[in-house]
């Protein structure tokens, strides 16, 4: 991790020889600050990579009313001068770069209605001796939501100048301007008395010790260097001596915390606490003392709805069967609301849609190969993946009111605390709660980790997490062979899910990652709030939209293509092509020989290894097949579910339900698409890939096996 600001400092010592001050607007994201810099420099603006990096910033000149130039520079919105991304990395290299050659003045854009996180990231960049002025945002937003802090308040709690502006309508950028030029034009600005957020803190005195320590050994400010060091960071050009300094510290601090812990009765691990989440945590602590000071609630103010309902739902006790009794009433709701839809819309294709396709191909004397394409492939194996449009509906309908409630944040609090006791990394709840979705953007998102040795290992785990695409292969099988109680299945096919991420992190964590830390969690729990028609709508659109792209697409040429296999066949002698009993095809050929392999697990069967081979392409695709597979065997209409009973029935040996539990558990296990696979060979490399994929095969073989030579005693 590179401390060096290259690109970052060339810029600004040119912006130095044009004697043209740069100010750097900084900020979290979605906090207005594009806004107001747009207002602040009009037309007169360029959007480019940074030199030396490739993320983009848009920079330009603003000249403020009293004629004075200044170069702007709108920094990627970050949430902390500890990186967790490529943004949040060049914000911390300009801002960090050395003397001279970092910005002249900081505009921070604080967003009135979430002060806490915003000050949050104030502190940090207080600790690099830049001046500061606090544009005080979203002041409209607060007021709705309460007591808002006010300009001055905020002025006198932080000893910095707060302007209050409207980046749309230009209100306040003339006082700005004017705070911004006193910055600038202040012979010593105030910032010393500014970063007291360790004050009373149990880091304050090692930190203090270590600053001083730091001062004038490294061009970088010696605060912001005691405290990367006290977190665990290594900036290059450190003397050893200093951090071998900063590594004693940051023990005495954690065994001092472990033994406050112990002594209090919480019952505190070895690892549980450390410098950085005592840094944090006094963070946070200084954040909320300076909105309760500048913004006080009235007294006798009783604790909001949303303070009196965390209390029940985020306790140690509820939280948790809280947690998973809503997720079961989630996926019991799914199942039942949607059979009525399924079964309706199941017989309308397979049998208005289908016999009017297969008359109008008739009158148009269609070849019997088109006819079999279209009716036998397309028809009957797309057809039955639309069948659960309805259930994607309910499903993506009920996920989205929890969210859009302001539960979710909720459930990765509850889950966090989970993943913490068994040692996983706290932040890596939020990539693997994506993967629920899809585990593509899931690997994606891994890049919100720090650590790479982090991002590495939830890159190999989010494959585990059972994406909406097994949903519906889990909901027809279930259906098939647990009838009412199917959507219980399925909540346990999630749970399992879950348990299987906990423990293949346990299992690969200390065989690849040994050297890997904990880090905290840092999440702002949002006020609950009543759904909107408009955000819930467009949330299930968007994720029905995804969903029918890739049936539209992918699955349209997997169908095709499982139909062309099966229309070839595999030897002289078998008929010819479109007219192959579909055993004798290439496709039931291959799918036979390697039926033996999951034998064991209770269903050998090539129509149940056909299904799994196209699902390793994508898993939607299992449906798809399985209609295809039988529907080609029989003549007539054929019925997928008395195909499904006699086949499992024949290859368990009269055990078709421990069969099904086991084909669940390995569509649960083994790897989601070959799409998945792509990602994450980017995100973690071809070696992990490999090695994962092979894990993930191994795993699902192993677990189908036992799952149904256990269940084979019970059913």
Known sequence: MSCHATGAGATATAERRTGTPFVALVGNPNVGKSTLFNALTGAHQRVGNWPGKTVSVAQGDWRTAGGRPLRVADLPGSYSLLPDSPDEALVRDVLTAPAGERPDAVVFALDAANPARNLYLLSQILDTDIPVVIALTMTDVAA????????????????????????????????????????????????????????????????????????????????????????????????????????????????????????????????????????????????????????????????????????????????????????WGVFQATTVLAKPLQDGLGDFVSGPVSAGADRLLEAVHAPGWLTGLLVDGLINGVGQLL????????????????????????????????????????????????GFGCNVPALAGTRILSRRS?????????????????????????????????????????????????????????????????????????????????????????????????????????????????????????????????EQSVFGTVTRATAPLVAPAGFGDWHATAALGTGLIAKEGVISTLAQTYSAEEDGDPKLTASLHATFEESSGGHQRAAALAFLVFILAYTPCFATLAAQRAEIGTRLTVIGFGIQLAAAWLLAVGVFQIARLVW
């Not at 996920?399 to 006791?421: I, K, N, P, Q």
């Not at 840092?522 to 955000?535: A, D, H, I, K, S």
Request: glycine share 10%; net charge neutral.
């Open 144 to 327: 709705r939501r309460g007591t808002p802090p006010g300009p001055d308040a905020l002025a006198r709690e932080l000893a910095l100048p707060v302007v209050r502006v409207e980046g749309r309508s230009g209100t306040g950028l003339d006082l700005l301007a004017e705070a911004v030029g006193d910055a600038l034009d202040a012979v010593r600005p105030g910032q010393g008395r500014t970063s007291g957020w360790a004050a009373g803190s149990p880091v304050a005195a090692e930190l203090a010790a270590l600053a001083d320590a730091a001062s004038g050994l490294t061009p970088h400010p010696a605060r912001w260097l005691a405290v990367s060091l006290l977190c665990g960071e290594e900036p290059p050009e450190v003397p050893a001596a200093l951090a071998e300094r900063a590594r004693e510290a940051a023990h005495r601090l954690a065994a001092a915390a472990e033994a406050a812990g112990e002594a209090a009765g919480e019952g505190a691990g070895e690892g549980d606490t450390d410098a950085e989440l005592l840094v944090a945590e006094a963070r946070y602590a200084w954040a909320h003392a300076v909105i309760e000071r500048a913004a006080p609630r009235p007294a006798g103010a009783r604790p909001t709805l949303t303070d009196r309902v965390d209390r029940l739902l985020l306790s140690r006790g509820f939280g948790v069967p809280f947690f998973l009794a809503v997720m």
């Open 387 to 434: 069948t659960f449009v309805p259930l994607m509906i309910i499903m993506f309908l009920l996920l989205a009111l929890l969210e859009d409630s302001g539960y979710f944040a909720r459930a990765a609090f509850v889950a966090d605390r989970l993943m913490r006791t068994l040692r996983l990394p706290g932040r890596a709840f939020l990539p693997l709660v994506v």
């Open 454 to 582: 982090h991002r590495l290992l939830v890159g190999l785990l989010i494959p585990y997490m059972s994406c909406t695409a097994r949903l519906a292969v889990y909901v027809m099988i279930a259906g098939v062979f647990f009838g009412s109680n199917s959507g219980t299945v399925v909540f346990f096919l999630y749970v399992a899910s879950v348990l299987l991420v906990v423990c293949m992190g346990l299992i690969l964590r200390p065989l690849l990652f040994r050297d890997m830390k904990d880090e905290p969690l840092v999440l702002e729990l949002p006020p609950y709030r009543l759904p909107t028609l408009r955000v819930t709508g467009a949330q299930v659109w968007q994720k029905l939209a995804a969903f029918l792209r890739t049936a539209g697409g992918l699955i349209v040429a997997t169908a095709a293509a499982v139909w062309l296999l099966m229309a070839i066949p595999a030897a002289a002698g078998h008929g010819g092509f479109g007219k192959v009993d579909v």
